[in-house]
């Protein structure tokens, strides 16, 4: 990016010039290749003076109003409504790894997503819950109070899967519309880049725009949110302290401690964690060796015509080697095979067919 950002008189341009330079500049850094480098941090910082210059201004003048609907905005003053929304993605990207920074700049692009959901809400643009954002994940949820009870963690749980499951739908949906809003973009940019355009054009041109920063500015919040708790939960924790594992006690000597569970309760962890009981213990070429030993498959590398065997070690020739003995030894009215059948006609005469394990059958 060749562009001199430090040449920009601050203090001598207008809100107008201020924004176009603020909008402009911001679309190139998003473009950027290299989103972490010194070069890139430094017109991040820069852009951020510009556009909070231009914030003070539109104060100052009084362009926006609670009690005006969105029709009483004029084209050219529509675009001032996502200087909020740039901001907010400029704080969120900044470069630095020092969490204490960090979270310094995350709260800054918190508060003007905020702050621009806001302006677009009194105008009637949306109609999205701004408290869900105001609070990290962790306020949330220290806020609710659960029952102790069996029937109360489940409700919590059940209540937990619906609105994962509605967050689910309402990201999915805005991924597409946010897909369909940057392919008309792509069209807007070459039509504001003509020397005239009409009011009716800008106005199009402009909401299109306040959409796809509503869009953004919900996804990032989230984002924000869940690294504002990860960072605050690193700064709570004692620096310098090492701790003792937590079965050893003073003695040196291994105190027995009772296991538990990180998941909600053994049944979530057995479905979703790593206590799913059908983890597969052997490979399918274990599997299919397995079956072969047994007789119900061909071994690797068996020839078509060598006999295959159907049953536990017993092939179809065996079994018709053994149904002609049978019949031979029946011919000769052999006193063995004869009392064998006999003892087998009794046994099925006292045991009907089905009448196995009747247990608790009435």
Not at 59 to 75: D, K, Q, R, T
Request: glycine share 6%.
């Amino acid at each position: 990016m060749s562009l001199n950002f430090d040449s920009i008189d601050i203090e001598n341009s207008t809100a107008s010039q201020l924004f176009d330079y603020g909008w402009k500049y911001q679309q190139e850094l998003a473009n950027a290749a290299d989103q972490s480098s010194v070069d890139f941090e430094h017109k991040r910082v820069r852009l951020i003076q510009i556009l909070q210059k231009c914030e003070d201004m539109l104060e100052e003048l009084g362009l926006f109003s609670e009690n005006e609907s969105l029709e009483e905005v004029s084209a050219n003053e529509l675009r001032y409504f996502i200087n909020d929304g740039l901001l907010g993605w400029l704080f969120s990207k900044v470069t630095s790894t020092k969490p204490s920074i960090r979270l310094l700049s995350l709260h800054e692009s918190k508060k003007y997503y905020l702050k621009y959901l806001s302006l677009t809400f009194n105008y009637g643009i949306h109609r999205i819950d701004i408290k869900q954002f105001q609070n990290s994940s962790s306020q949330s949820n220290q806020s609710v109070v659960l029952s102790e009870t069996q029937a109360g963690r489940q409700a919590a749980f059940e209540q937990n899967l619906i609105q994962q499951a509605y967050d689910r739908t309402e990201k999915i949906k805005r991924y597409r519309e946010q897909k369909e809003l940057e392919e008309k973009l792509k069209n807007c940019q070459l039509v504001l880049a003509k020397p005239y355009v009409d009011d009716e054009q800008k106005s199009e041109i402009y909401n299109i725009y306040i959409k796809y920063w509503l869009n953004q500015a919900v996804d990032d919040l989230k984002l924000i949110n869940d690294e504002i708790d990860i960072l605050q939960s690193v700064g709570k924790e004692p620096v310098g302290q090492v701790q003792k594992p937590a079965g050893t006690a003073m003695g040196g000597q291994a105190v027995s401690s009772k296991p538990y569970i990180i998941t909600r309760d053994a049944l979530q962890s057995k479905v979703f964690g790593a206590g799913y009981p059908s983890v597969p213990v052997y490979s399918i070429e274990e599997f299919y060796d397995q079956l072969a030993d047994k007789g119900y498959m061909p071994h690797c590398g068996q020839s078509a015509d060598q006999p295959v065997q159907i049953g536990k070690g017993v092939t179809e020739t065996q079994k018709q080697e053994e149904r002609a003995q049978k019949e031979l030894l029946e011919d000769r009215d052999d006193e063995d095979e004869i009392k064998k059948q006999r003892e087998w006609d009794e046994f099925k005469d006292d045991n009907k067919r089905g009448s196995g394990n009747r247990y608790n059958r009435s």
